[in-house]
């Protein structure tokens, strides 16, 4: 379960921006996890409260924002919004794209006192 990597990440990464704040807590963090991570959200979440027992971030809610999967066309340069297994352009059907959202994972922001 590569969840767990990732929450101990996520977890280090809060901690670290919390000390440099000198707070006593984090009471909220805000992860933004693309379509297309490759990761089990309810996998990441019980990581997290897991790993997050014994420190500062102990009890914070752990709010997963979706980061929906995009795309954009090589030949018209339509951006556009990609259905599962539909990998082509909306405007122009070439399947000649990029996908520049939705393969995201990372702290948006987190809440302290």
């Given amino acids: 379960m590569h969840e767990a990597s990732i929450a101990q990440n996520l977890l280090e990464i809060a901690l670290d921006k919390?000390?440099?704040?000198?707070?006593k807590k984090i009471t909220v963090i805000r992860v933004k996890v693309g379509e297309f991570a490759g990761v089990n959200k309810a996998s990441l979440e019980f990581a997290f409260k897991n790993l997050s027992q014994g420190t500062i971030a102990k009890g914070a809610i752990f709010k997963i924002l979706?980061?929906?999967?995009?795309?954009q066309c090589r030949k018209c340069n339509e951006i556009f919004g990609i259905k599962k297994n539909e990998f082509k352009c909306l405007k122009c059907n070439s399947s000649e794209i990029d996908i520049i959202s939705g393969q995201d994972l990372y702290i948006?922001?987190?809440?302290?006192?």
């Fill in 18 to 23: 919390a000390r440099d704040h000198k707070a």
């Fill in 108 to 113: 948006q922001d987190i809440e302290i006192e």
């Fill in 66 to 71: 979706d980061i929906s999967l995009q795309g």
